[in-house]
């Protein structure tokens, strides 16, 4: 296999990786152990293995890179309020550090 030359991708690998996030994706919320009912990955999780790679397989690539988005984004918004509410706790009434 030839490596693509630097800054130009092999778009097959990028839709294997996208694929294996997916599948890692499904195997459990990245910011928990809980599967929670707003993720549109919540029914999926409870399908059995190979009914969950059928049905990552049917996906086409922007559904694929939604997905991997969505979790994206879920996890910076959670990221920042969870830094937000210990900075909260950390700061006194008048202002100052704790």
């Given at each position: ?9 092999n ?59 969505y ?28």
């Amino acid at each position: 296999m030839e490596t693509p030359p630097l800054g130009k991708t092999n778009p097959g690998h990028d839709v294997d990786r996208l694929r294996e996030r997916l599948l890692i994706l499904v195997t459990g919320c990245p910011r928990s152990a809980a599967n929670p009912p707003t993720c549109p990955l919540y029914h999926i999780r409870e399908l059995e293995p190979s009914e969950v790679i059928d049905w990552i397989d049917q996906l086409d690539t922007n559904q694929k890179q939604f997905l991997a988005q969505y979790h994206d984004c879920c996890l910076a918004i959670h990221w920042q309020r969870d830094w937000m509410e210990q900075l909260a706790r950390a700061t006194r009434p008048d202002g100052t550090q704790a």
